[in-house]
């Protein structure tokens, strides 16, 4: 595949990450009614709404048949990829893939080198694994903000409670935000070296 997913960069611990891989999640398809025996269709990913690579697809009873065209090398694909289900607590059933290599039932397969595969055998990690406290912090604190409507950055002061929201939700939600503010500035102090300088007598 080409495009983005078509390398291997790694991250801090050179093992590449799931975002340097063209992710084909089934709870997608599944979602817009793709995945019905006969039906052919084609798949983009795209990157600032250009798409950077693409797929054919075409659904069998239980089998999705994969087909494209790798530009690092031209050449033509065609890969085979068992479904299963699994029935839901509330009725109805659940679409998996099944990874041609482990046979491990999961929802989201991706294309490190040839084949599209799981995570676990592509070496694929996630980028919040490499993340640390001050940065998941970071991260954790800005989902919180976007949640209460504030503007985005823990640099930005804090904004007021969404109209709709109980004011036991958003005392909540501010004191999770508080602390978590807290961690990434002391991470982000340790890294500067102005904590040391700072608790130095």
């Not at 048949?65 to 299963?84: A, D, P």
Request: glycine share 12%; hydrophobic share 30%.
């Amino acid at each position: 595949m080409g495009g983005r997913g078509s390398g291997r960069r790694a991250g801090h611990g050179g093992k590449p990450e799931t975002s340097d891989s063209t992710p084909l999640d089934i709870r997608k398809l599944s979602r817009k009614g793709l995945l019905v025996p006969g039906n052919n269709f084609s798949w983009q990913w795209t990157v600032n709404n250009r798409v950077v690579s693409s797929i054919s697809l075409r659904v069998e009873s239980q089998v999705l048949v994969l087909s494209y065209r790798k530009r690092s090398t031209g050449e033509n694909i065609e890969q085979r990829v068992q479904m299963q289900t699994s029935p839901c607590h509330l009725g109805g059933q659940r679409q998996w893939f099944t990874c041609h290599k482990c046979s491990r039932r999961v929802a989201v397969l991706y294309s490190p080198v040839r084949h599209f595969e799981c995570r676990q055998c592509g070496g694929l990690g996630y980028a919040s694994q490499k993340e640390g406290a001050g940065d998941r912090s970071t991260r954790q604190a800005d989902r919180i903000r976007k949640r209460l409507g504030w503007v985005a950055g823990i640099a930005h002061g804090d904004g007021g409670k969404p109209k709709a929201m109980h004011w036991k939700t958003f005392w909540r939600l501010k004191a999770k935000h508080d602390a978590l503010v807290q961690v990434s500035c002391y991470d982000i102090a340790r890294k500067l070296g102005f904590l040391h300088k700072l608790l130095e007598p």
